[in-house]
């Protein structure tokens, strides 16, 4: 058999190992309101006495709907009003990381949900603080008059294993009809922007159809026809690289059709941690006037009335989902694992020994309206400079991990002028912009006594702190503080202007200019605000920070691609410090520069990303490209620091290429499909080649056995929540079909 | 005026009745027959004429029961190559139905089918044959 082959087998394995398993809806029904349940929109429902260390006698009140905080703190509770929970974990209260030892049974309570206050401290029930001034998770609601909404999406079940820094996942969603007709389910849902998505199988009883790539409108023709003569079928394409539609054509009342998708992308490390992200809810996206190609966001039940070529459905506070989701990631890092955590979720964790973990969703954290996001650090100088490579009948492939040289932290930086841009739109309002204001704030203290700074908001327009940076004196930084706290959140993402204000000004002579977006990137005009990012990036450089529980990673790190920078995120449920502390360790010293790679014994092209991206302290470098070569080879990295040459190298075994690494010829096409310069017939070429979803590529299955009666029925978009700390009233239209 | 539009509503009925009967979705079976050897892998191409597109890759009888994988590369028109292995323990002898494929078909469709390669349970190579049995859409 061919050495080629060696992929169909890789695959075959691959698979095997990631065996599916159907989950049984983990959600709680949430209680009834008790049927004398006062007026008021809270009530306590439980009161646990606590014994933690430090503090004694310490109470903990399970509020229904959402929580009061403690306003009052002794000297062991250094906060201020207003932090959340995970902040403070490092302080006494580190035993509530474990919330399921605190509560009832097995429920996990949010920091939301949950009040703490000392022993003779009092807080009145009666008086909660303004409902709006709280972050909305929307888990476990149980408020007068919720109800649950019957959805044809049942169940997401995630598992994912990691080698080393590889990431193959697969993701099962479970379509079923709760009615009484015949329908068609329309799910919009986000993947990372950077999966490499290759596989599609249709489950329908215990048949499984694999499907197939096809260009994207041909792919249609096939499934509109399928779905017109009554067959079942489905078909998969993709909206932005972030974001992708599933159709399930011909489920009958009572049936069951499961889809299941497998992707691969690389895992990346972050000042010092590796990142694995899964996102779980596309947030409602703004489209500025007279766009038709954006992504709308809609109420649940009016399809149709945004204008818009994508819908994502949400459902109103008042609606619960009956959707939950299942993950766990089955993590083999080669070397020992240290500080395994989860910032975003709950998680559960076994370990098989010191190089591997099993991580699990708590079963009662399975609501998925924010990214689940799991951070490992590894022992000791874990990433290392290295090269993986992998060859097949299609060719070599190499993925490059180029750990940032030590020296580059001994180096000091030149004056800089920074621009921070902040997304006040509707969107961020409440805990958002909230989280976004202490980034800034952070990032205005941090500045140092050589630089200037602006500050810019931005929303259907854009308005300045001043009419040009200042310096960062500490009256100025004290102005920039005071304008920073009076932001408030309405209207649009106007992201242009935003972007307009910050890079078009021209350039203080001497000074190294930084933009910095605090944004949650919600706009359905990715394309065009990366194009105008490309067209006014001059010599700036762009480091920004996603905001909130579910970002548009997709803009913010092509953002960041073009604007030679670096991405960070700030989750609502953690401190901003990390992300902070992260952009002005990067910033307060030279980047390796004008990278090239070298090959001696070899010949390597097509390396992405291209241009290869400078290196900065704490941010490794991942590149993929193509080799040519059967022997030992030796890699040359060259560069620049502080203007003085960088050289580092080693040697390779292309002729020692290891199984697992077969992931890299998908990786490599999709790095060079999301290329911002590919061309569409370069995209569909590779696509179909390497078997892609993309753009102009789609996954189609048709299960020719399966003909049901009558026509197809009726499209039922499947409604997602909106992401936790969002607020529905200020993003999602209502009454637009009224 | 709804008058008026009965005539393009009877053509519009007219074309989907005739779609249907030129676009049609059928299955076929793929059967390997491994003789007196035990079928512990295969790899086989199938092959159809434009008429026909392929629009699924399902999987057959045990241990062939998860759907095969294809090789995309290969994938051009009407042609696939589909490829499978068992590690399970008693791989079958004789004639297996291996996996199923679903075509579109637009018109009187022709396929063949040959064995690109097949191996024991030890990894020997054996002599196999294939043939495609309609199974749906008749």
């Known amino acids: 058999m061919r050495h080629g082959r060696a992929v169909l087998w890789a695959l075959l394995l691959a698979a095997a190992g990631t065996l599916y398993a159907c989950s049984q809806a983990m959600v709680e029904s949430p209680p009834s309101p008790e049927a004398s349940a006062p007026p008021p929109m809270w009530v306590v429902k439980e009161k646990h006495d606590l014994t933690l260390p430090e503090l004694k006698s310490a109470e903990l009140w399970i509020i229904e709907d959402y929580a009061c905080r403690s306003e009052t703190y002794d000297e062991d509770f250094e906060k201020s009003k207003g932090d959340s929970l995970d902040s403070v974990s490092d302080k006494p209260f580190k035993g509530l990381e474990t919330h399921e030892t605190i509560g009832k049974g097995s429920r996990r309570y949010n920091q939301e949900e949950l009040m703490l206050t000392h022993t003779g401290i009092q807080v009145d029930p009666t008086s909660p603080p303004p409902i709006s001034d709280l972050p909305r998770g929307g888990e476990l609601r149980a408020r007068q008059g919720e109800k649950t909404v019957p959805l044809p999406l049942k169940h997401t079940d995630v598992r994912a294993r990691i080698a080393v820094n590889l990431a193959s996942v697969t993701v099962v969603q479970q379509y079923h009809n709760p009615y009484d007709g015949k329908i068609e389910a329309v799910y919009v849902f986000?993947?990372?922007?950077?999966?490499?998505?290759?596989?599609?199988?249709?489950?329908?009883?215990?048949?499984?159809?694999?499907?197939?790539?096809?260009?994207?409108?041909?792919?249609?023709?096939?499934?509109?026809?399928?779905?017109?003569?009554?067959?079942?079928?489905?078909?998969?394409?993709?909206?932005?690289?972030?974001?992708?539609?599933?159709?399930?054509?011909?489920?009958?009342?009572?049936?069951?059709?499961?889809?299941?998708?497998?992707?691969?992308?690389?895992?990346?490390?972050?000042?010092?941690?590796?990142?694995?992200?899964?996102?779980?809810?596309?947030?409602?996206?703004?489209?500025?006037?007279?766009?038709?190609?954006?992504?709308?966001?809609?109420?649940?039940?009016?399809?149709?009335?945004?204008?818009?070529?994508?819908?994502?459905?949400?459902?109103?506070?008042?609606?619960?989902?009956?959707?939950?989701?299942?993950?766990?990631?089955?993590?083999?890092?080669?070397?020992?694992?240290?500080?395994?955590?989860?910032?975003?979720?709950?998680?559960?964790?076994?370990?098989?020994?010191?190089?591997?973990?099993?991580?699990?969703?708590?079963?009662?954290?399975?609501?998925?309206?924010?990214?689940?996001?799991?951070?490992?650090?590894?022992?000791?100088?874990?990433?290392?400079?290295?090269?993986?490579?992998?060859?097949?009948?299609?060719?070599?492939?190499?993925?490059?991990?180029?750990?940032?040289?030590?020296?580059?932290?001994?180096?000091?930086?030149?004056?800089?002028?920074?621009?921070?841009?902040?997304?006040?739109?509707?969107?961020?309002?409440?805990?958002?912009?909230?989280?976004?204001?202490?980034?800034?704030?952070?990032?205005?203290?941090?500045?140092?006594?050589?630089?200037?700074?602006?500050?810019?908001?931005?929303?259907?327009?854009?308005?300045?702190?001043?009419?040009?940076?200042?310096?960062?004196?500490?009256?100025?930084?004290?102005?920039?503080?005071?304008?920073?706290?009076?932001?408030?959140?309405?209207?649009?993402?106007?992201?242009?202007?935003?972007?307009?204000?910050?890079?078009?000004?021209?350039?203080?002579?001497?000074?190294?200019?930084?933009?910095?977006?605090?944004?949650?990137?919600?706009?359905?005009?990715?394309?065009?605000?990366?194009?105008?990012?490309?067209?006014?990036?001059?010599?700036?450089?762009?480091?920004?920070?996603?905001?909130?529980?579910?970002?548009?990673?997709?803009?913010?790190?092509?953002?960041?691609?073009?604007?030679?920078?670096?991405?960070?995120?700030?989750?609502?449920?953690?401190?901003?410090?990390?992300?902070?502390?992260g952009l002005y360790q990067r910033i307060e010293h030279p980047a390796l520069t004008d990278i090239a790679v070298r090959w001696d014994g070899a010949n390597a092209a097509d390396i992405f990303p291209n241009p290869v991206p400078d290196v900065f302290v704490g941010r490794p470098l991942v590149l993929v490209g193509r080799v040519q070569g059967d022997g030992r080879a030796k890699v040359t990295i060259t560069g620049r620091m502080a203007g003085a040459p960088y050289e580092t190298s080693l040697d390779v075994d292309l002729g020692a290429a290891e199984e697992r690494y077969a992931v890299l010829a998908p990786l490599w096409a999709r790095a060079k499909i999301g290329q911002f310069d590919a061309t569409e017939d370069e995209i569909r070429r590779l696509a179909l080649q390497y078997g892609l979803l993309s753009s102009y590529t789609a996954f189609v299955a048709v299960d020719s056995l399966t003909r049901t009666e009558g026509e197809f029925g009726t499209t039922v978009p499947v409604p997602v929540p909106v992401p936790a700390g969002v607020k529905y009233e200020t993003t999602v239209k209502e009454g637009a079909n009224k | 005026m709804r008058f008026a539009l009965l005539p393009i509503f009877l053509l519009g009925l007219c074309a989907s009745a005739q779609d249907e009967a030129q676009t049609r979705f059928t299955a076929y079976d793929v059967v390997v027959d491994a003789g007196a050897a035990t079928l512990a892998a295969y790899q086989v191409e199938i092959t159809a004429g434009p008429e026909s597109k392929i629009v699924g890759v399902e999987g057959g009888e045990k241990p062939y029961a998860d759907a095969p994988y294809y090789d995309p590369a290969a994938l051009q028109g009407g042609r696939i190559i589909l490829a499978a292995f068992t590690t399970e323990p008693g791989a079958p002898t004789g004639k297996v139905r291996v996996a199923r494929v679903h075509f579109q078909e637009t018109g009187t469709a022709k396929y063949t089918a040959r064995v690109m390669a097949a191996a024991a349970a030890g990894g020997e190579r054996i002599e196999a044959q294939v043939a495609l049995v309609q199974t749906g859409g008749k």
């Open chain 1, 190 to 581: 986000p993947l990372p922007e950077d999966a490499a998505i290759r596989d599609f199988v249709m489950t329908i009883g215990d048949r499984h159809i694999r499907g197939i790539i096809r260009e994207r409108e041909e792919a249609r023709r096939i499934y509109n026809e399928a779905r017109r003569q009554g067959y079942v079928a489905s078909l998969l394409t993709q909206e932005r690289p972030n974001i992708f539609t599933q159709s399930v054509a011909n489920i009958e009342p009572g049936k069951q059709i499961d889809v299941q998708i497998t992707y691969f992308h690389s895992v990346r490390p972050a000042d010092g941690d590796y990142e694995f992200v899964f996102p779980m809810v596309v947030g409602p996206r703004f489209n500025p006037p007279g766009m038709a190609a954006g992504v709308g966001a809609v109420p649940a039940g009016e399809t149709g009335t945004s204008g818009q070529k994508t819908e994502v459905s949400y459902l109103r506070p008042e609606e619960i989902s009956s959707h939950d989701i299942s993950l766990e990631v089955d993590l083999d890092a080669g070397m020992k694992i240290e500080n395994l955590s989860s910032p975003s979720h709950v998680i559960t964790v076994e370990r098989p020994d010191p190089t591997r973990a099993k991580i699990a969703l708590s079963p009662n954290d399975r609501i998925p309206n924010k990214d689940f996001v799991l951070r490992y650090k590894l022992a000791g100088k874990a990433i290392k400079t290295a090269v993986a490579t992998w060859r097949d009948e299609s060719g070599g492939y190499f993925l490059l991990l180029l750990e940032p040289p030590e020296q580059l932290s001994d180096i000091p930086a030149s004056p800089r002028e920074m621009i921070f841009v902040m997304d006040c739109s509707g969107s961020m309002q409440g805990a958002p912009l909230d989280a976004a204001k202490r980034a800034l704030e952070r990032c205005l203290r941090r500045l140092g006594p050589n630089d200037t700074f602006q500050v810019i908001r931005f929303s259907d327009n854009a308005s300045a702190m001043g009419a040009a940076p200042v310096a960062a004196t500490p009256e100025n930084v004290r102005a920039g503080l005071r304008y920073a706290a009076g932001l408030q959140s309405e209207g649009g993402t106007m992201m242009i202007e935003g972007i307009k204000a910050a890079l078009d000004a021209p350039a203080a002579p001497g000074r190294f200019r930084i933009v910095s977006f605090m944004t949650d990137g919600y706009i359905g005009n990715d394309t065009e605000i990366l194009g105008e990012v490309r067209k006014r990036i001059g010599t700036a450089r762009i480091f920004s920070f996603g905001v909130g529980t579910s970002v548009n990673r997709y803009l913010l790190e092509g953002m960041a691609r073009l604007g030679r920078g670096v991405a960070a995120f700030v989750n609502l449920d953690e401190s901003s410090d990390r992300a902070v502390d």
